[in-house]
């Protein structure tokens, strides 16, 4: 069973940068789309529905961003590795939610455009952008 681990979030000030990493164990990951979503301050307790995608990039390394992001953050993946990078440029408060990462066998325009709950989750990790 394929296990994701988000790490990199934070506190930071508006205009600051933060790497959020996402690391695959445990089975297949290379060649699956993988992808960031926000969930807002106030909708934590809520399912996966809440979660709003950010980026995405699939298997073959094309990427997949919100408009709201664009130009500001940009992400990559390393195989060796078996990690995905979010490198977050330039946050502003609206940046404000718990990140997921998330794996899944869809395209990576689909899986960026709705959550799936069958899809593989990390447990989210905090990015607080605040002055």
């Known amino acids: 069973q394929l296990q994701l681990v988000e790490s990199g979030g934070g506190l930071v000030q508006p205009g600051e940068s933060l790497r959020l990493s996402c690391t695959g164990s445990?089975?297949?990951?290379?060649?699956?789309?993988v992808g960031w979503f926000r969930q807002a301050p106030g909708k934590e307790r809520e399912g996966v529905s809440e979660?709003?995608?950010?980026?995405?990039?699939?298997?073959?390394?094309?990427?997949v961003y919100t408009d709201s992001v664009k130009g500001r953050f940009t992400i990559s993946r390393d195989a060796a590795k078996k990690t995905v990078y979010l490198q977050m440029n330039n946050l502003k408060p609206d940046d404000t939610g718990v990140y997921f990462c998330?794996?899944?066998?869809?395209?990576?325009?689909?899986?960026?455009?709705?959550?799936?709950?069958?899809?593989?989750w990390g447990q989210g990790t905090q990015v607080t952008v605040s002055s």
């Open positions: 979660r709003e995608g950010v980026s995405c990039i699939g298997s073959d390394g094309t990427p």
């Open positions: 445990g089975g297949r990951f290379n060649n699956l789309a």
């Open positions: 998330a794996a899944s066998g869809f395209s990576v325009r689909a899986m960026c455009s709705r959550p799936y709950a069958d899809d593989f």
